[in-house]
């Protein structure tokens, strides 16, 4: 497995990054073109009761730079981790989730609307979210797709937070190759997603 190295947001990914790994992580770079693109779904289930009165706004999720890329996390330690070689995301990591989220929220028709920033809608709540992980983690020898994402709903015209959740999923990876990898992150993206959406639906 190998990947790109990007540049550094905070100087912790400096001591987290071992160098022994550099090389590895380095020997992609610049082979972007060759690689397989991967994308996500948003086909979930909500049972969350309907909301028609409510607005929602879905800013962009905030995440630590060596997630928020279009590179496929590998965690090979508590504080090591590489990116999945030859594959990549279709874009980078928090506009892939976003987009995701508000087709999800759509799809259950049971908003009175459901915007980005930018769109001019008169919003009652924003969904706040931070990416905390999005990996595969090969740590103990098992190989298990991890998503984790915390959310708060924030009031828009007051700018308390009504409600606030962490969601986690973790989902073993049938096989060795990396559609086996992206279908498990894919199903554990799915049911964060899930309960993401149903628990937001039951808040606001």
Not at 91 to 114: C, H, I, P, W, Y
């Amino acid at each position: 497995m190998v990947g790109c190295v990007s540049s550094e947001r905070h100087q912790v990914w400096k001591a987290v990054i071992a160098l022994p790994l550099l090389g590895a992580l380095l020997a992609g770079c610049g082979s972007s073109s060759n690689n397989d693109t991967y994308d996500l779904s948003a086909s979930v289930k909500a049972n969350g009761p309907s909301v028609k009165n409510r607005q929602i706004l879905i800013p962009p999720p905030t995440a630590l730079q060596a997630l928020d890329s279009n590179q496929i996390v590998i965690r090979v330690s508590s504080s090591e981790i590489q990116y999945l070689g030859k594959s990549q995301w279709s874009d980078k990591l928090s506009r892939m989730v976003q987009s995701k989220l508000v087709e999800a929220f759509e799809n259950t028709g049971k908003l009175g609307g459901v915007g980005v920033p930018g769109q001019g809608l008169a919003i009652d709540y924003q969904v706040v979210t931070d990416i905390r992980s999005f990996e595969i983690n090969t740590v103990g020898g098992q190989k298990t797709a991890t998503v984790e994402i915390s959310e708060k709903i924030l009031n828009d015209r007051t700018g308390t937070v009504k409600a606030q959740n962490i969601f986690r999923k973790v989902v073993p990876v049938s096989g060795g190759s990396n559609p086996d990898f992206v279908r498990a992150l894919d199903a554990a993206f799915a049911g964060v997603t899930s309960e993401l959406v149903d628990w937001t639906l039951r808040s606001l």
